[in-house]
């Protein structure tokens, strides 16, 4: 499942990343993106949203609780 992940850095630029969330450890997002993968502090990310539907077609939380 991937998401569009908005994010801000410390000089207040915007910056896109699109990939698969792997997992939430230390308030860091680990992100898969289509070559590679990123570490983004959650304190940094100002907005989400899915792209891709989920095998039942449903929505998928980006932070599972």
Do not use: H
């Not at 992940?5 to 792997?22: A, C, E, K, Q």
């Not at 997992?23 to 949203?49: A, C, M, S």
Request: hydrophobic share 35%; aromatic share 8%.
């Amino acid at each position: 499942m991937r998401f569009a992940i908005d994010t801000v850095d410390d000089s207040g630029n915007d910056r896109i990343y699109i990939g698969t969330p792997l997992d939430v450890t230390d308030n860091t997002l680990r992100l898969r993106l289509r070559e590679g993968e990123v570490k983004l502090e959650i304190r940094k990310i100002i907005d989400w949203f899915q792209i891709d539907r989920s095998e039942n077609g449903e929505k998928v939380e980006l932070f599972p609780r």
